[in-house]
């Protein structure tokens, strides 16, 4: 393998790859990235390729390919040489026994590298049919649901984003930790009914994804899924994944379907106010304790350590009074990724789930259960 | 911890039941009495100290009682009574100490450690508590106070009828030395043979011993029995710390191979780990089976396999007949090859109820078994001691095993000491926890 790179194209290459690296040393093999030089001259290409067998990607840059090859190595010290390197050409050359050279202007490095047939192949699969979705929408949507993923292992069926299909053009997804839930459902057009409906993103690729989707790319960013398997493809670079096995919770029966009690706050003053009155609740269970009165709703916190605290917001309500617990983590949660200005929090009775949905976007909801206080 | 030097008081209402009854039946007053059954298979519950002077001791058969004391009134007692009476007791012990710790109906250590600034002296927090049970209450009560619990225990002992007994600090060896062994917390019938045995008789004895010669002669249980003696009660380093785990296990007098009785004893465990979670109003989401095999694979009272599984559920719970369906299910996938010498369920992972935060997809099923459970604890409650009764009444004895059941609520912090083999807390016949002297726990 022989090939010149410009600086930035392999830096923003060995960048995109580091999350996924592996860094335990289950298999040493696994924090390499795989090198693979293809075709010749100037329209060749440098593969650039890592896994941690749940994940992979793979992207493709120009590169100036003198002779085909490949190898693995240090993801990391590739990385980390490439960045303090000079803005100039950088050229590198494996030798037969697993080495990697790397020259720009006066500098050079000898890399130690492992044969590129000992690297576990990337799961793949060629989809017979892309969906392409706006990537921005995309990139909001698993923002808005990716929080409320469990993190628990023990249940690995929701340590994912549910994404379905509904009425044939929309995309739908569902995050829960069985305490709290998100979904947000965003119209992306007829193509939608390729889509297979019904799959579990886990939380890894899902933020390989949202990674992907940030970048400065292409608008747009194709999704497939197929059997175990899930693709996302923009521009040069293809992200796999293996989809979670598993049976997403009847969610539907748990999103209020009628509230009794609505009021209607600004997003960024009850967000303040509930991380100010947190300061105080217990650091386990982060209680906060509302209760909506005549007018006002109050949020208070106690902690037999350190004291009391307590703040009111004006509302327009006037009804029974209701004292309800929540996890404040929970509430901070939903308000600090709907991007609303003003939401809408549903309440029934002290036992039954919350709901915050803000008003000028009814597509994206958060369900919270509140606190037996 | 605060640089106060640690004060315990113990306090310990005197013949609880029986001065309820004296108190609210004028008539029974300066009379020897029982609380019990007075059939011919009748137990003295409780006994007045008129009654005392005869002999007469609770867990003693009445006929027995009788013959002792041939003018003893017998009263059949009144749970639900004497368990209100209980909660206003330890409402005013509350207002003493923010930790209280209850050790049954009629007695709790409460902490008053770094309060003698607000409060007063241990003594006159001591007396004021015993003016107000007397005055609010009409009962009588006794006060230990010490610097560590066992002091505490022995000195309200010491104190009784009505009386309270401080041992300061530097007033411990010379209260604790002239003790019999039998004093020591966790001594049995057993205990107090080995330590005779190998001539201890006092306290003292212990206190003055050489460690190497203890360890020499009793093993790790000589270090810790003499640790105690000497007045040094490990439990006291972090008293009143939330229990992490929850067990119960039992030793069968034969080895066990039939499934059956395996699982049933399993329900027993599981039935009474959960309404111990229920009573302390935590929950807990990791449920532990452990076996002891039969076959002995060395010398010494260790020598036999242990095995644990465990499992961690979506949601907490106290439920027992969820535990005890998790805890069959380890049993099945657990390839047994081997007869059972000992069988427990226990539960860590323990969640504080309040707040609790409620589970979205919980069914409706979960809530309908918790309003049951409750209903059935409110009825054990009632009726006293059922817990008791309840799990040494199980399929176990049916089965024609061992009433013994070892009972463990471990504090260790690291969740991890739940799989150990120490017998934590033993239960006597009568539901008063005895403690194993080698438990750092409360």
Redesign the interface.
């Known amino acids: 393998m022989k090939l010149s790179i410009t600086k930035a194209e392999l830096t923003r290459g060995l960048a995109r790859i580091q999350a996924i690296v592996e860094k335990r040393n289950s298999m040493p093999i696994l924090a390499n990235v795989l090198l693979e030089a293809k075709g010749s001259g100037e329209e060749g290409t440098l593969e650039l390729a890592a896994t941690d067998l749940e994940v992979g990607i793979r992207g493709l840059h120009p590169a100036d390919v003198s002779e085909e090859g490949a190898l693995t190595i240090s993801a990391k010290k590739l990385f980390e040489i490439t960045r303090e390197l000079p803005d100039e050409t950088i050229h590198l050359e494996s030798t037969p026994n697993a080495y990697l050279t790397i020259r720009c202007a006066r500098a050079e490095f000898t890399l130690a590298g492992t044969a590129a047939e000992e690297y576990p192949t990337l799961p793949t699969f060629t989809p017979e049919k892309v969906v392409p979705v706006q990537a921005a929408m995309l990139g909001q949507m698993i923002e808005r649901t990716m929080y409320a993923a469990s993190v628990?292992e023990?249940?690995y069926n929701l340590n994912g984003v549910y994404l379905e299909v509904l009425d044939g053009n929309k995309l739908r997804m569902v995050a829960?930790d069985?305490?709290?839930?998100a979904c947000v459902d965003r119209t992306i057009g007829d193509d939608a009914k390729a889509l297979a409906s019904g799959v579990i993103i886990p939380r890894k690729g899902l933020a390989e994804l949202k990674r992907l989707v940030d970048e400065d790319d292409a608008d747009e960013i194709e999704l497939a899924f197929e059997g175990n398997n899930g693709l996302a493809r923009r521009g040069n670079v293809t992200l796999v994944m293996r989809l979670i096995e598993g049976e997403f919770?009847n969610y539907n029966q748990?999103i209020p379907s009628s509230l009794e009690r609505q009021i209607v706050l600004a997003a960024d003053p009850l967000l303040h106010a509930l991380r100010r009155v947190s300061l105080l609740a217990s650091e386990?269970?982060r209680?906060v304790t509302l209760e909506l009165g005549d007018g006002k709703l109050v949020i208070s916190s106690s902690n037999p350590d350190l004291g009391d605290a307590r703040e009111e917001l004006d509302i327009d309500y006037a009804g029974e009074t209701l004292q309800i617990?929540f996890?404040s983590k929970y509430l901070m949660d939903a308000l600090g990724v709907s991007g609303a200005k003003e939401v809408r929090f549903g309440l029934q009775d002290d036992?039954s789930?919350a709901q915050l949905v803000p008003t000028d976007d009814d597509d994206t909801l958060a369900?919270v259960?509140?606190?037996?206080? | 911890m605060t640089d106060h030097p640690t004060v315990i008081l113990h306090a310990d209402m005197d013949a609880f039941y029986a001065s309820v009854e004296q108190r609210d039946h004028p008539e029974l007053r300066g009379k020897p009495l029982a609380v019990g059954g007075d059939g011919p298979r009748g137990v003295v519950s409780a006994a007045s100290y008129e009654a005392r002077v005869f002999g007469v001791h609770s867990a003693m058969p009445s006929f027995q009682a009788r013959e002792r004391c041939p003018g003893l009134v017998f009263v059949r007692g009144d749970m639900a009574r004497y368990a209100n009476e209980s909660r206003k007791v330890f409402a005013i012990f509350r207002d003493f100490s923010p930790s209280v710790e209850g050790l049954s109906l009629d007695e709790a250590f409460l902490d008053l450690t770094g309060s003698e600034r607000l409060m007063g002296t241990p003594r006159e927090i001591g007396e004021r508590l015993r003016a107000r049970v007397r005055n609010e209450l009409g009962l009588p009560i006794s006060v230990g106070i010490g610097p560590v619990k066992m002091v505490a225990k022995i000195a309200s002992g010491a104190a009784k009828p009505d009386g309270l007994r401080e041992v300061a600090p530097d007033e411990v060896r010379e209260f604790l030395d002239p003790l019999p062994v039998r004093a020591v917390w966790g001594v049995g019938a057993v205990g107090e043979q080995r330590l005779l045995a190998a001539g201890f008789h006092t306290l003292g004895d212990l206190a003055r011993a050489d460690d190497r010669r203890l360890e020499e002669r009793l093993g790790d249980w000589g270090l810790s029995v003499a640790r105690l003696a000497r007045g040094r009660d490990l439990r006291e380093i972090e008293p009143y710390r939330e229990a992490v785990s929850y067990s119960e296990e039992n030793t069968f007098r034969q080895d066990v191979s039939d499934r059956g009785v395996l699982e049933a004893t399993i329900l027993t465990h599981a039935e009474s780990v959960a309404r111990r979670l229920r009573r302390d109003k935590v929950q807990a989401r990791t449920v532990v089976l452990k076996w002891k095999e039969g076959k002995r694979v060395a010398p010494g009272p260790r020598g036999y396999r242990v095995h644990t599984r465990r499992v961690t559920l979506a949601e907490p719970t106290d439920d027992g007949d969820l535990i005890a369906r998790e805890a069959r299910g380890l049993l099945a996938r657990a390839a047994l090859d081997q007869a059972v010498r000992l069988i427990g369920v226990g539960c860590t992972n323990v969640i504080g109820e309040r707040p609790t935060q409620l589970g979205l997809f919980a069914s409706p099923e979960r809530e309908k078994r918790s309003q049951l459970n409750r209903a059935l604890d409110e009825i054990s409650d009632r009726f006293g001691g059922g817990t008791v009764r309840r799990a040494s009444q199980g399929p176990a004895e049916r089965a024609g095993l061992t009433l013994q059941i070892k009972r463990g609520e471990e504090a260790s912090g690291d969740g991890v000491r739940a799989q150990s083999d120490d017998p934590v807390r033993e239960l006597d016949h009568h539901g008063i926890e005895e403690e194993e002297p080698d438990s750092p726990d409360r």
């Open positions: 628990d023990t249940r829960t069985g305490h709290r839930l919770p748990v386990r269970s209680a617990g996890n036992l789930p369900v259960m509140p606190m037996r206080i």
